[in-house]
């Protein structure tokens, strides 16, 4: 290193004592990876891009993108009911089966037991009503959600291609059952960016229980890079792993010691002929430090009235952690996170949706914790004028067997061959209901409609054509849908 | 040093090259006879028929895309609808090439074609648009043909060794690599840049062969040694030390998408995969020959001597992921067989032939056909955890019988004892854990839930430590004998293969039999008649013997690029996994050519060329250079100096180890299970599962290529540094910069456990003088001498903490440390 004075410059709460414009130019000029614009004001930045040399020009991968066509929505927010709901004893009303309860019919089904040709009926344990203009008839489970059926789409015959958890946890996640594909979210991340780079793009919660099965498979970005990947926020202590500074560090001193690091990062910088690497590390430990306080602040609930939080229920104990998940969503959606996912059920058996023993017990448990928040962030979204930019997917990784897995019992297998999701706001229509499956829920038998149909509605209505957005990978442009081209549901948008 | 080796250079020159090699037409377009039409045919034709084809080529009449027909010349120059597409008073104004370089309309609208492809076609442009009919004869749309001209596609002919070419700055040329380099260079009027400084190169040369730095002592004997070899003496000893395996290894096992589970809901840990990691480690270190290195991982078990490290080899087909509760089970056997030919094309042949797999292939010369009659070699392997080991005699004579007995009597009576307390829980349990409860990794989670209920605390006590006995002994076998994760087959005759229509197992089409890539050799697959009471098919080793004969053009091509790759982070061929019409085309055409004959003649060995790449002054040069330069040579397309990188993951795990002194240099043996916080097990269905937090911090302590790699669940430090992903070839790390590696780096408890073990061994070492122990840690993070400055900014900050923020006294030097392993300087290397 070349010899300078000894000059410790007085320690400033600007970027190592430059100014903010030489800062922008040094680092700013040399971007490769970064994003940036959460720290500037973007049309100063967009401006000394273009000055930059082509050479060292800028480019975000998360830099926010014009979507292909105007689209509805801006953000998703995905309420995951890992293990399974079961649709015939919640959305999928079947009157025929009253009075069915433990005879045996054929039917095919397939699921953890293996595929059979007959079964014990379990008829529908709760009582079904009708609710809304649209007369929609949904179960006692959902009292709430009951109130909002008027602005739901429902897609009573979805399909998917595998009974098991993993690889359709897989599939709904990332389109494919064979491990290693990009997730949903990180396709809408790369086919949209962010547009706030001090928060993550892709955003996952999950239940306090556990994780679904695969864990972090279920919000990777596969074979893009890391940016693309989801990020876990806590809904409690600390949101994002290793925000926390060290205990012994306050704030004053962690930037005290971050300054003198890039003195020494920007004295090497200019070594290296302001190499666009080096500049890039520079600049991401300055939005590192501020997402510290951009993190805990977009999951604080301080500034929300008692009113909101009740809508939520975040007042009663048993829906306090998905009430306040949902509500945490809709700060981050607010603050401009493309996709939120929020996992119900985590573990295995019974702390999921996976209801292969008692059916009532189960599902009693899972709908009480989320019927009230769910209903209640479709009521917030709409009264901040949210709702049409916001669109809401709720489901499971498939629905449950009409029948009972075992000899005695009301537990269900799963069902791939039919099931029930429903979205609301981003532009789809309220009060409609699509596709049907046969009279005990046994399987699709109108308008069946598979998970890639799902995924391409929902990029869709982000504005983006599904079978247009690819990513060159092993010899191929892959996309989310597959090789063939799918059309998103039509009846629904 | 310089006299010394442009001698050895010239003796390379002398004796090394003797193969006259045609004039590469790319270099050269008008020293052939109609080099005109043959550039069109060969260089431009390819990129056309992988990007444009699809939507602007029809028969004349036909429907195209803006009616801009590619077809013949005639239409390609008169454009569509928005007006020629060639201007033939203006050539490099031409519409076309305004398009492809995104400036009015953005051609193709999928993304933008390499700089380099679209060098091919301005420079075809501008050579007028030459033509040549010959092509007419291929079909317009559809799958491109296997035909002359697809055979005549650069990676697909055969490799002759070209002429080292003459050069004027004889200084510049150590080794014959530079002489290439350097010709394209003085043809393109730019200079190299200047020779790395020492201490630069000494980094580089160290990460390049050991993924580790230099200690300061071996920095400073390297600084103090001004002798001729000093350098070619520290290239020796790294390419003898055992680092050097460990480290690539780590490229190879990145290649072959290596991890220790199984993937999917169970993510089941592999039975003894780590042997497959240690043969790897050796096979590097004991520089075994690389035709040697792929007959052994494709067919070792077929080999005619049957070796220990040639059975653990076959592991290679056994680290995919693998879904034992498909509900299709053809439909997985089929799926990981594909992984295979996936793995085994990009790997070895740098080809997608898995995209043949439903269809012919799109973009390359892949007839469906061709992918069945792969997968015909592979076709009587057996699928399946129960079939996938078998015992082996890791020594000659099996070591230690008794030992080995009295370990099997030992691990039996922990199974036992584990089973007894399991079947005595299984009656009560019901539904879903009951079925659970089949699953044996599962196991231990259901009886420790059901405790105290239906198994009493002291049964449970009991339970544990069987489970810890069973564990302890699984990694502690006896040496000599030993179980390897291998192939097995099903016996000598392995079912019939047929192409599957549109990839679907239950649509038969025609059947096949095994047989090479038709657009690479006529040759037929001669099969053996394996006798009745074989084991396999021998078919394997017909496939290795092809893939490694010498008259195979893309296996050495393929490696030197990967060789090259690994060192100046990127290849000649910048798709390493893709050598065909959509990969992109090498920049320097002859030093590949001439890297790939250097291999084959030197009987394949690997160091040799390593050691000729480390040695040459391509390697050697600073990663600086003038703006001039930089304008002109963006994308250092040309080597005008070297490329400066992030270091990689486990480059940076270990170096953290290593400059806080606490690397533990253990070699070889199971995994090691780094402490993951609770946070991150969080994520996990079962919270812990398959992750052993019981790890000693001194096994803890080993290089990250030691680290289990569990396909669900990533070392955090190593995720948020773009390790490779394993579910599918992983041919180049990404390099992301992101915030969140910040956060790793300042507040993970790795870092300031390792900060605070570094700032001990330096209080240890200079004692309590802050300038001394500032002056100790750039020392060992940079490996030079610090200036002044530096050091008063370091003490200065420590006692701006202490003073000022209440940092205790103790802590203020870790502060520093955790600081030291920040600095760009550290984690990149120039």
Sequence with gaps: LKEKKVNIPPKTQEFCGRTRREFLWQTGAGFTGVALSGLLDSGVFQALAAEAPASRSFVNPLAPKEPMFPGKAKSVIFLFMYGGPSHIDTFDYKPAMVGMDNKTVKVKTAGRGGKKNEGRIVEPRWKFKQYGDCGKWVSDLYPHLGQQVDDVAFIHSMTADSPQHGSAMLQMNSGKILSGSPCLGSWVNYGLGSVNENLPGFVVMLDPRGGPISGPKNWSSGYMPAHFQGTVFRSAGEPILDLRRPDDLTENAQRYLLDTLQEYNNEHLELCGGNPTLASRVASYELAYKMQSTAPEAIDMSDESEETKQLYGMDDPRTSTFGRQCLMARRMVERGVRFVQIYSGGNHNDTSWDAHGDLIVNHELHCGETDKPMAGLIADLKRRGMFDETLIVWGGEFGRQPTAEYEKGTGRDHNAYGFTMWMAGGGVKGGVSVGKTDEIGSAAVEKPFHVKQLHATILHQLGIDPNRLTYFQGGLDQKLVGVEDVEPIWELV | MRARLIAAAIICFLIGITASYAEDIEDNPQSFPDAGAEYYQTQVLPILRAHCYSCHTAEPGGEVDSEFNMASRETFVSGGHSGPAIDEQAWSESAILRAINYEDSEMPPKGKLPQSQIATITRWVEMGAPWSDTTEASPAQGPPPVDDLARNFWSFRPVKRPEVPAVSDLEFVRTPIDAFVLAKLEEAG????????????????????????????????????????????????????????????????????????????????????????????????????????????????????????????????????????????????????????????????????????????????????????????????????????????????????????????????????????????????????????????????????????????????????????????????????????????????????????????????????????????????????????????????????????????????????????????????????????????????????????????????????????????????????????????????????????????????????????????????????????????????????????????????????????????????????????????????????????????LNSEFLNEQAKIFADDIRNEVGDDPKSQVAEALRRVTQREPNEVEIERGAQLMVALTREHGVAADRALQKFCLLAMNLNEFLCLD
């Excluded at chain 2, 350098?231 to 220790?260: K, M």
């Excluded at chain 2, 680290?319 to 030919?341: K, N, P």
């Excluded at chain 2, 001194?698 to 579910?727: C, M, N």
């Design chain 2, 190 to 745: 730019l200079s190299p840049a200047a020779p790395a400084r020492k201490t630069t190169l000494l980094r580089r040369v160290y990460y390049s062969l050991i993924g580790l730095p230099p200690t300061p002592e071996e920095a400073k004997a390297f600084l103090a040694d001004d002798s001729a070899s000093a350098f070619e003496r520290v290239v020796d000893r790294l390419l003898d030390s055992p680092q050097y395996g460990e480290r690539w290894a780590r490229h190879w096992l990145d290649l072959v998408r290596y991890a220790e589970t199984d993937g999917y809901e169970f993510d089941r840990a592999k039975p003894e995969v780590w042997r497959y990691r240690d043969y790897v480690i050796d096979s590097f270190n004991s520089d075994k020959p690389y035709d040697r290195f792929l007959k052994e991982q494709l067919a070792g078990d077929e080999l005619d001597l049957e070796t220990a490290s040639g059975i653990i080899a076959t592991g290679y087909y056994r680290l995919g992921a693998t879904d034992s509760g498909a509900a299709e089970r053809l439909q997985a056997e089929f799926d990981e067989l594909d992984d295979v030919i996936a793995t085994t094309g990009q790997v070895m042949l740098g080809l997608s032939m898995n995209c043949a797999r439903c269809h012919d292939h799109k973009i390359d010369p892949f007839p469906t056909a061709d992918y069945y009659r792969m997968l015909a070699f592979f076709r009587g392997i057996k699928r399946g955890r129960g079939d996938s080991t078998r015992q082996i005699q890791v020594t000659p004579d099996g070591g230690d019988q008794q030992l080995a007995g009295r370990w099997e009597a030992e691990f039996d009576a922990a199974e036992r004892g584990i089973q007894r307390t399991e079947n005595r829980l299984r009656r009560h349990l019901k539904a879903g854990e009951a079925d659970d409860f089949e699953e044996e990794t599962y196991r231990p989670a259901i009886v420790r839930a059901n405790s105290p209920l239906h198994v009493s605390e002291v049964d449970l006590a009991e339970y544990e430590t069987f489970l810890t006995k069973r564990q302890e002994l699984e990694d502690n076998q006896p040496i000599g004998l030993a179980r390897a994760l291998c192939v097995v087959e099903r016996g000598p005759q392995p079912p019939q293969t047929h192409v599957l229509v549109r990839g679907s197992p239950y649509a038969k089409g025609d059947p096949v039999s095994p047989g090479f890539p038709s657009v690479l050799t006529s040759m037929e697959a001669s099969m053996p008649t394996p006798k009745n009471d074989a084991t396999s098919s021998g078919r394997r080793r017909v496939l290795a013997e092809w893939i490694t004969s010498c008259d195979n053009p893309l296996t050495a091509r393929v490696m030197v690029n990967r060789l090259w790759h690994y060192n100046f982070d990127r290849g000649i061929v910048r798709s390493t996994n893709d050598f065909g019409y959509a990969g992109t085309p090498p920049t320097h055409p002859k030093l590949l050519d001439w890297l790939a004959s250097e291999l084959v003649d030197g009987g394949w060995k690997l160091k040799r060329l390593q050691k000729m790449i480390v040695m040459s002054s391509v390697f050697q040069m600073s990663s600086i250079t003038d703006d001039q330069t930089m304008e002109r040579d963006p994308e250092n397309d040309l080597f005008t100096r070297f490329n400066l990188r992030r270091l990689e993951g486990e480059e940076i795990r270990d170096s953290i180890l290593a400059v806080s002194s606490n690397l533990n240099p253990k070699t070889h043996g199971p995994s090691i299970y780094p402490s993951i916080s609770d946070e991150v097990l969080a994520g996990q269905s079962r919270p812990g599962e398959g992750w052993r937090q019981e790890t000693p911090p001194e096994e803890q302590a080993r290089r990250s290529v030691y680290v289990h790699v569990k396909r669900s669940l990533i070392v955090p430090l190593l995720a948020v540094f773009d390790a490779a992903d394993t579910d599918a070839s992983c041919p180049a790390r990404f390099a992301t910069m992101q915030p969140t590696q910040a956060l790793t780096m």
